[in-house]
T-cell receptor, first 113, second 111 residues
Framework: AQKITQTQPGMFVQEKEAVTLDCTYD???????LFWYKQPSSGEMIFLIYQGSYDEQNATEGRYSLNFQKARKSANLVISASQLGDSAMYFCAMRPTGNQFYFGTGTSLTVIP | DGGITQSPKYLFRKEGQNVTLSCEQNLNHDAMYWYRQDPGQGLRLIYYSQIVNDFQKGDIAEGYSVSREKKESFPLTVTSAQKNPTAFYLC??????????FGSGTRLTVV
């Protein structure tokens, strides 16, 4: 069975601080992709970062980095130097073999000035 | 610019009515998807289509129907059989193993 777990329903972070959003996954596929999306209050889903299961280096995109620990099946998102505009819902997703994605239940991040 | 267009942004349905949500993409993506989002439950897959004239049920297909007559279009009909249709609906597309591109969503409310 394919499953994505996000255990933090809500998180708070002080502006300019770093924050880690947790994500664990379960799949029997050897080849899979891990994604993080941001959903602001407007509802659109914004792609943030991607990690392939065979990638040896952790993915980074600007202030976003993905802490990929394959043996522990975790793919945590790290946001550095938080900004007020980072306040949103964040979804972790997995794409095993095939095109279908599986999403976690999301983490609501609030950045405090 | 290439992208996915969902319309309308807001939709109101009376009890017992069928309504159709539009999803159009000009990205030349083969696969298209419909998701439903309720608070606290993340995204749940309703239907998906890998090629024209073919589609498969997702986890919560009951009360919904789709068609895929053109590569660019994947409309979703919410039928009267769907007892709790109030939700946010997201359409997405992808190209052979790449990430999803999402539309901006349709918020459906039963009145």
């Amino acid at each position: 069975a394919q499953k994505i777990t996000q255990t933090q329903p809500g998180m708070f972070v002080q502006e300019k601080e770093a924050v880690t959003l947790d994500c664990t996954y379960d799949t029997s596929d050897q080849s899979y992709g891990l994604f993080w999306y941001k959903q602001p209050s407007s509802g659109e889903m914004i792609f943030l970062i991607y990690q392939g299961s065979y990638d040896e280096q952790n993915a980074t995109e600007g202030r976003y980095s993905l802490n990929f620990q394959k043996a522990r099946k975790s793919a945590n998102l790290v946001i550095s130097a938080s900004q007020l505009g980072d306040s949103a819902m964040y979804f972790c997703a997995m794409r095993p073999t095939g095109n279908q994605f599986y999403f976690g239940t999301g983490t609501s991040l609030t950045v405090i000035p | 610019d290439g992208g996915i267009t969902q319309s309308p942004k807001y939709l109101f349905r009376k009890e017992g009515q069928n309504v159709t949500l539009s999803c159009e993409q000009n990205l030349n993506h083969d696969a298209m998807y419909w998701y439903r989002q309720d608070p606290g439950q993340g995204l749940r897959l309703i239907y998906y289509s890998q090629i024209v004239n073919d589609f498969q049920k997702g986890d919560i297909a009951e009360g919904y129907s789709v068609s895929r007559e053109k590569k660019e279009s994947f409309p979703l009909t919410v039928t009267s059989a769907q007892k709790n249709p109030t939700a946010f609906y997201l359409c997405a597309s992808s190209f052979r193993g790449e990430g999803y591109t999402f539309g901006s969503g349709t918020r459906l409310t039963v009145v």
